[in-house]
């Protein structure tokens, strides 16, 4: 799905990287899980391992680190500002957005971006709430309007939509309802500017065809109707049945980066290169599970089993027109 070290371009990655969480107690958040003194003995070398395991992973897509990257389930500034200091990121000369959100656990989204490459120029967070049960807190939206070297301007939103912890029918409505919080959000752009560049990525936990995706929030397959404004690159991938994360020996396909058609024409300015979406599924990433007899994501825990893993997700890319970076 990949070929690591030998891609060339500009890579804009995305990755949830599962429970990165420093060792302090943030008494404003359910942290406990990921203290020294808890039962998962989340001491500092745990922490700095998963720390350069992160960056591994970011710094071996390419032969050259990606100029965007969102993130997801990350705790704080501190862990992001350890993850652009590693040996691995530090030449990149990382900033990144981020904001604390109302989830109960203190998992956000965040943005780095090389300072070489792209300069924000706004961002905010799109917070998530439900009419259905407005007691519920979970992670906002990240949005960044920011400029690329080429003065192009584009519009990105990191998205980690709810779970379906609860079950697939019994949580869509979530689901349902951040997709139309996001292309409210976005239709909002496109009035002022109907060729403005959108770029989404995240962990939606649906699939490409799922109703929030290609319905509410109207990503089409390239080869759609072509009515649509949003391009979904990960379809291509989706209909060969891989996917970013595997539960109980099924994989799905929940990691995606969709685009709008602006951002994939021909025309001159910013692009992404067609078909170029790809999975990061190198060898080291993986381990075979003992009960499905298959290669899997290799997490960090399984329940509070240290296995010293990268994340139970796989990170996905697109790669940028180098034109476009001078």
């Known amino acids: 799905m990949c070929d690591l070290l030998s891609a060339g371009g500009k ?7 599962e429970n990165l969480f420093d060792t302090r107690d943030d008494p404003e958040t359910l942290d406990n899980e990921y203290l020294p003194r808890s039962a998962k003995k989340w001491d500092k070398t745990r922490y700095h391992t998963k720390i350069n395991h992160i960056s591994k992973v970011i710094g071996a897509v390419g032969n050259d680190l990606p100029v965007i990257v969102g993130l997801t389930e990350v705790e704080n500034n501190d862990v992001l500002s350890d993850l652009c200091h590693t040996d691995y990121l530090r030449s990149g000369d990382y900033g990144f957005v981020h904001y604390d959100s109302m989830d109960e656990r203190g998992i956000d989204v965040a943005l780095l971006f090389r300072q070489e490459y792209f300069h924000p120029l706004t961002s905010q ?3 998530l709430t439900f009419p259905f049960d407005q007691e519920d807190r979970t992670r906002d939206v ?6 690329f070297r080429g003065e192009d301007t584009v519009h990105i939103f990191v998205n980690h939509w709810p779970s379906r912890r609860e079950g697939v029918m019994e949580s869509e409505p979530r689901r349902t309802q951040a997709a139309r919080t996001v292309r409210h959000f976005m239709d909002d752009i496109l009035i002022k500017d109907p060729l403005a560049k959108i770029l989404l990525m995240g962990d939606f936990n ?3 065809d799922s109703y929030s995706l290609k319905k509410i929030l109207g990503a089409e397959p390239k080869d759609g109707s072509g009515k649509g404004n949003l391009v979904n690159l ?6 060969k049945r891989v996917g970013t994360i595997n539960h109980r020996g099924r994989w799905h396909l929940f990691d995606q980066i969709i685009v709008s058609r602006s951002l994939i024409s021909t025309g001159t300015g910013l692009s992404i290169l067609p078909g170029s979406f790809r999975i990061v599924d190198a060898s080291w990433l993986m381990f075979t599970h003992p009960r499905y007899h298959e290669k899997m994501p290799n997490k960090t825990y399984s329940g509070n089993e240290y296995h010293g893993g990268y994340s139970d997700h796989l990170p ?7 034109q476009d970076m001078e």
């Open 125 to 127: 967070p799109i917070p």
């Open 206 to 208: 649906d699939l490409p």
């Open 234 to 239: 990960a379809y291509p991938l989706f209909r």
């Open 11 to 17: 890579k804009i990655l995305f990755y949830n990287v």
């Open 142 to 147: 990240l949005y960044v309007k920011g400029q």
């Open 316 to 322: 996905v890319y697109v790669t940028v027109n180098e």
